[in-house]
């Protein structure tokens, strides 16, 4: 079992910028992959940005440029630093740890951004 344990995010003007970041802990293996989905109201979950310990990452189109996922060698730890947010980056944000086959197979309980002035 792996669990996720999200923190960040919050309330900011657009242009600002907000982190997120999520670690993981239990019984994690050696390869892995973690990020973020979110889902804004109304709307179904996007995959937002997505990365594996081996340097492999993804972005959704409209996140890329201003959105940053990290991580460090060693670490159960990612994170989501967002930048020139949008009203329309408003979403309750879901840390994801991926099976092997590519399917979520763990899910923070989500975190809520929003973007608004």
């Known amino acids: 079992q792996v669990q996720l344990v999200e923190s960040g995010g919050g309330l900011v003007q657009p242009g600002g910028s907000l982190s997120l970041s999520c670690s993981a802990s239990?019984?994690?293996?050696?390869?892995?992959?973690m990020g973020w989905y979110r889902q804004a109201p109304g709307k179904e979950r996007e995959e937002v940005a997505t990365k594996d310990n081996g340097g492999w990452t993804k972005y959704v189109d409209s996140v890329k440029g201003r959105f940053t996922l990290s991580r460090e060698t060693g670490w159960n730890t990612v994170y989501l630093q967002m930048n020139s947010l949008k009203p329309e980056d408003t979403a309750l944000y879901y840390c994801?740890?991926?099976?092997?086959?590519?399917?979520?197979?763990?899910w923070g309980q989500g975190i809520q951004v929003t973007v608004s002035s």
């Open positions: 994801t740890f991926f099976a092997l086959d590519g399917s979520v197979q763990y």
């Open positions: 239990g019984d994690i293996p050696g390869f892995n992959a």
